[in-house]
């Protein structure tokens, strides 16, 4: 029997970094600004997919803080069906950011301006999310 077909599972980051967000440009279609991230290797654990992947885009080593949620509408990558896990980590702001792997260019947004309008995938969702989750005391955790 073959196996059956599934979504792909990826992860996303949001890194708080000097005060802002690190928020890169993707090198790879879809082009835009997009929150670092990836698919998952078999054998890896989610959280070290997040931090693999933050290192491999960002040059930055994160530590994970938070978890945002799960983010699984077929409709937001348009790439297939990919269901994305969404974690908030940060990073020392004596690192160096520096864009790689897929990643174009890197930069950090303060939260005041972010682009959402050049945000691709679900991720400006995925951001005011992030803004919501940042003001709340209790730690919601949102699937979408």
């Known amino acids: 029997m073959p196996p059956p077909k ?14 802002g ?6 090198l790879n279609e879809p082009r835009g600004f997009a929150l670092p991230g990836g698919f998952i290797e078999i054998g ?8 693999r992947e933050a290192k491999e885009e960002t040059g930055l080593d994160v530590k994970i803080k938070g978890f945002l949620g799960v983010y699984s509408d077929p409709k ?9 896990l969404v974690f908030v980590g940060e990073a020392d702001s004596t690192q160096e950011l520096k ?9 950090v947004f303060d939260l005041d301006k972010i682009p959402f309008d050049k945000l691709v995938f679900d991720h400006s ?6 803004l919501e989750w ?3 005391e209790i730690k ?4 979408r």
Not at 6 to 19: A, C, G, Q, R, W
Not at 76 to 84: I, L, W, Y
């Open 140 to 143: 919601k955790v949102f699937i």
């Open 99 to 107: 864009a790689g792997d897929d990643a174009k260019r890197a930069f």
């Open 6 to 19: 599934t979504p792909l599972i990826s992860v996303d980051t949001i890194i708080e970094y000097k005060n």
């Open 44 to 51: 890896e654990k989610v959280e070290d997919a997040a931090r």
């Open 21 to 26: 967000i690190v928020i890169i440009e993707r």
């Open 76 to 84: 937001r990558d348009p790439r297939g069906h990919v269901v994305t």
């Open 125 to 130: 969702q995925i951001i005011k999310d992030y």
């Open 134 to 136: 940042k003001k709340s």
